[in-house]
């Protein structure tokens, strides 16, 4: 597609319950980034993708929360038992290439991930 | 640890009162710092890469400059559609975990007013 494309644009769960983020990337980057952004805190870094790989889990703040590449494409963050410090919106970002000659990143819209 | 500090946290100007941003780096081995635009309720939107000290970019009314300690984000006669968050990011060289990540900053907040 012409950018990245995540899905929901918004989400509201009951705490407790699981929830799935989907993230298209731009067609051939080969590099994807999950972040989150929480009211007026900056961008916190959640995982970063080569290809199918995780080669960086960093920043997953706890094994609540995992993440999947399949085909080197579509990417799923998906939170299981959610609580409401997890409310957030949760931004996916491709760049074509990573690691030694990683170039800039492009973003999604987000998905608004609200937790009652 | 990377560091990235940006100020002021907020900026009010007039239609066409030009000014600039700043971004306060602490990062071994910069491999790239980054600013973005970011929207009420949207993702940040790509600005500039800059690379070395001394490199410059410049598009429409915004101007980036880079030294070994900070960039700054010049605003010329900016108008009220440049009002957004202008967020910096920074990039550390790959290899261990650290595969490229960008850390960013808290962000500035611009109004402009007509």
């Known amino acids: 597609g012409a950018g990245v494309s995540q899905s929901p644009s918004n989400k509201v769960t009951e705490k407790g319950k699981d929830v799935e983020l989907r993230c298209d990337p731009i067609?051939?980057?080969?590099?994807l980034y999950w972040y989150r952004q929480s009211l007026g805190q900056g961008l916190e870094f959640l995982i970063y993708?080569?290809?199918?790989?995780?080669?960086?889990k960093s920043g997953l703040p706890s094994d609540r929360f995992s993440a999947e590449r399949t085909g080197g494409s579509v990417s799923t963050l998906t939170i299981q038992r959610t609580q409401q410090e997890d409310s957030a919106v949760y931004l996916c970002?491709?760049?074509?290439?990573?690691?030694?000659?990683?170039?800039?990143?492009?973003f999604g819209q987000g998905t608004r991930l609200t937790v009652v | 640890e990377d560091q990235v500090t940006q100020s002021p946290e907020a900026l009010r100007l007039q239609e066409g009162e030009s000014s600039s941003l700043n971004c306060s780096y602490t990062v071994s081995g910069l491999r790239g710092l980054f600013w973005y635009r970011q929207d009420p309720g949207k993702g940040p939107e790509f600005l500039f890469t800059l690379y070395s000290a001394g490199e410059e970019k410049e598009k429409e009314r915004l101007k980036a400059t880079l030294t070994k300690k900070e960039s700054f984000l010049h605003i010329t006669a900016p108008k009220p559609e440049d009002s957004a968050t202008y967020l910096c990011?920074?990039?550390?060289?790959?290899?261990?975990?650290?595969?490229?990540?960008?850390?960013f900053g808290q962000g500035t907040i611009l109004t402009v007013h007509p």
């Open positions: 993708f080569q290809g199918n790989s995780a080669p960086d």
């Open positions: 970002a491709s760049s074509l290439r990573g690691g030694i000659m990683n170039t800039e990143a492009f």
């Open positions: 990011a920074v990039r550390r060289p790959s290899g261990g975990t650290s595969y490229g990540k960008l850390t």
């Open positions: 067609s051939g980057h080969t590099a």
